[in-house]
């Protein structure tokens, strides 16, 4: 069983607010991915660290979305000012290193009023 | 661009019945597959992984071979259990990007006792 820690589980946010979700990878594992999945259950990936260092992220990321893994912190993505189409379930997933198994956490589940 | 394909659901069994779900993927580089699995309100769990081509995974009951020729990774089990109804989602991770995962859509089973 995955022993990667997200928090919260839960988050409602109303319409430019903020919303921040924070991960604790599995103890080792110095690579972090940030997955969005939507209603549909389609995956898009927006992220991915190895130990603080950005390893690629999307558009989306860049413009409204920030993440970052501090050492000997929780990673955590925030988005700046949350729209309705945010509303998903943020997946944080960590692996050995980039090319590993990744081990997802629960998710965290964005409403955005 | 990298794609992968995989049965559509919801796919209804009987306990005692057989499972296969198609997948299939695009990509001119060099992949690992993967199987994940997703419970109700959890994140995805690793099922098993094949990085090398005529190669299979297996793991509770599952198994799937990676036919390089056929750009395919079924995944088949025997027999299904009434706790074996998830959603199954393929994905393709690629040799010499950053590490991150494309998924397919995901295919609901769902097994009646």
């Known amino acids: 069983n995955s022993k990667v820690i997200q928090t919260p589980r839960y988050l409602v946010k109303g319409q430019g607010q903020k919303a921040k979700m924070r991960c604790i990878p599995e103890?080792?594992?110095?690579?972090v991915f940030w997955y969005q999945q939507n209603k549909n259950n389609e995956f898009k990936f927006l992220i991915n660290f190895q130990n603080q260092e950005v390893l690629q992220q999307i558009d989306m990321t860049e413009k409204r979305f920030s993440a970052e893994c501090p050492s000997n912190s929780p990673c955590s993505l925030e988005i700046q000012s949350s729209e309705a189409g945010d509303s998903a379930l943020y997946l944080c997933a960590s692996s050995l290193d980039r090319y590993a198994e990744q081990f997802f956490g629960p998710g965290t589940r964005l409403t955005v009023l | 661009g990298d794609s992968v394909t995989q049965t559509e659901g919801p796919v209804t069994l009987s306990e005692g019945t057989s499972l296969t779900v198609n997948c299939s993927y695009e990509?001119?580089?060099?992949?690992?597959l993967f199987w994940y699995v997703q419970y109700p309100g959890e994140g995805p769990q690793l099922l098993f992984k094949?990085?090398?081509?005529?190669e299979k995974g297996s793991n509770r009951g599952f198994e799937a071979t990676y036919n390089k020729e056929a750009t395919s990774f079924h995944l088949q089990k025997a027999s299904v259990q009434e706790s074996d109804s998830a959603v199954y989602y393929c994905a393709l991770g690629i040799t010499g990007n950053t590490g991150k995962l494309i998924f397919g859509l995901g295919t609901t089973l769902q097994v009646q006792p």
């Open positions: 990509t001119k580089q060099y992949p690992t």
């Open positions: 103890k080792g594992h110095p690579v």
């Open positions: 094949v990085p090398k081509a005529n």
